[in-house]
């Protein structure tokens, strides 16, 4: 009897442990299935970047992933890990480095969305002997496995190096793989000039939101050594590579956009928006997002207009038109509708927000509920003036006061400029 009771004594708190346990897993995974029908229903399942398949003979569910995943964008559904949300992830691949099955692989594309990527040698040159591509163009999102391929990169270019042209390496684009590449020309004593066409480096880690969680492992940086961030965030990152930039001396010209790259009997000729230059070896370190995609409008060359919402505060008390119907675009207006006295008008020429974050999507309604931004969908730009914007919804054509335009409309990635000069591409439907 003394046993019996002894027994229950321990079994008892053990049965209330696991009771909790396993019915805060099965609400949790209730959770997960939930929010992944609602995103199929919304038609938000197409990743935009590099994202995770799971191997379901392989996952066991350990939720390793789960926790691991900065973005709350993988969930466990029948046991088995799956990403539901899709529009949130951006390629950390801190859900590889966690899984202890080896369940997980990152890729491009999926079969309902290709990706086109350049082919390239283990080296990174592309079939165009003497021009290279590291990092997110190449199929690398991950910022250390970026920085990486840049530095392998330049020790490549660096047998390339030789009389005969005004440098040994042009760079484009001053993200990680850039920056890498950059120190590694200084390191291997390379002539070497590295052109960005934004106004500040980073690359895509310059456009992400404020406090985004940018890098979740260690990278390792020529002249620099080992960086050990676990995990930090946006303007942490872009801190430590100004500084970077100023003990080294990498010197990077801004605002410079690569416009075509030709041939020379010597090497390449890389024209840009300034000028011609001549190279043994290009490197091209440029992301996935591209040059700004422009309207096509009158009046869209005035200052007033810009392809991206730096910070909120200063278009306090102004009348502000948003362009476009992605994240950024959604981001930007919720942003400024939230500045005192500003009032703001969000455009987007499609019928519905179908391609945003779940999150996106309550701020927006809970804001034009509100009754700031004024939403209108179905519409486009007709012109620009200097005080007011045409709008056309429909038949009707409205002009409204306006004080800045901001357009968020994505990119165009300069894929005919560089099959122009001989490099192939490969479709990715959801392969590595």
């Known amino acids: 009897?003394?046993?019996?009771?002894?027994?229950?004594?321990?079994?008892?708190?053990?049965?209330?442990?696991?009771g909790v346990y396993f019915r805060r897993r099965a609400r949790s995974r209730a959770q997960y299935a939930e929010q992944f029908h609602k995103n199929v229903k919304a038609e938000l399942t197409e990743p935009v970047s590099l994202h995770p398949v799971f191997d379901p003979n392989r996952c066991i569910g350990s939720s390793a992933c789960v926790k691991a995943c900065p973005e709350s964008a993988i969930g466990i559904i029948h046991g088995k890990a799956q990403l539901v949300n899709a529009s949130s992830c951006i390629g950390h691949g801190a859900c590889v480095a966690s899984c202890p099955f080896d369940a997980i692989k990152l890729v491009f594309g999926s079969e309902r969305r290709g990706v086109d990527i350049p082919n390239v040698k283990p080296n990174f040159e592309t079939n165009v002997s003497g021009i290279f591509i590291a990092g997110e163009l190449g199929g690398m999102g991950l910022i250390r496995k970026a920085a990486e391929q840049g530095r392998q990169a330049i020790s490549t270019i660096k047998e390339y190096a030789g009389s005969g042209t005004e440098y040994d390496a042009i760079i484009i684009g001053a993200g990680p793989a850039g920056i890498a590449a950059g120190l590694g020309a200084i390191q291997h004593k390379l002539k070497y000039l590295v052109v960005e066409q934004e106004d500040s480096l980073g690359g895509t880690v310059y456009h992400y939101p404020r406090n985004k969680i940018a890098m979740t492992a260690p990278m390792k940086l020529p002249l620099v050594g080992n960086v050990k961030f676990s995990e930090v965030r946006k303007e942490t990152l872009l801190d430590f590579w100004q500084g970077v930039v100023r003990k080294t001396g990498l010197k990077?010209?801004?605002?410079?956009?690569?416009?075509?790259?030709?041939?020379?009997?010597?090497?390449?000729?890389?024209?840009?928006?300034?000028?011609?230059?001549?190279?043994?070896a290009v490197l091209l370190a440029i992301g996935r997002r591209g040059t700004p995609r422009k309207?096509?409008?009158?009046?869209?060359?005035?200052?007033?207009?810009?392809?991206?919402?730096?910070?909120?505060?200063?278009?306090?008390?102004?009348?502000?038109?948003?362009?476009?119907?992605?994240?950024?675009?959604?981001?930007?207006?919720?942003?400024?509708?939230?500045?005192?006295?500003?009032?703001?008008?969000?455009?987007?020429?499609?019928?519905?927000?179908?391609?945003?974050?779940?999150?996106?999507?309550?701020r927006l309604d809970a804001a034009s509920g509100r009754g700031n931004p004024k939403v209108l969908l179905g519409s486009t730009i007709e012109r620009i003036g200097a005080t007011d914007v045409a709008i056309v919804q429909g038949k009707n054509s409205v002009s409204t006061p306006n004080d800045a335009v901001i357009v968020c409309a994505g990119g165009l990635l300069p894929f005919d400029l560089l099959k122009k000069v001989g490099i192939e591409f490969e479709t990715k439907h959801g392969t590595a």
């Open 1 to 18: 009897m003394q046993n019996v009771s002894t027994l229950l004594l321990y079994s008892i708190p053990l049965l209330i442990v696991f």
């Open 252 to 280: 990077i010209r801004f605002n410079e956009r690569m416009d075509g790259i030709e041939r020379s009997n010597r090497g390449f000729v890389v024209k840009t928006a300034r000028g011609a230059y001549t190279a043994k």
């Open 295 to 362: 309207l096509g409008v009158p009046g869209e060359e005035q200052p007033k207009v810009v392809y991206r919402l730096i910070d909120a505060a200063q278009y306090r008390g102004r009348r502000v038109l948003v362009v476009g119907g992605g994240d950024s675009a959604i981001e930007a207006a919720v942003a400024l509708s939230e500045q005192p006295g500003t009032r703001v008008t969000l455009s987007y020429r499609g019928d519905a927000f179908s391609r945003i974050k779940p999150r996106n999507r309550e």
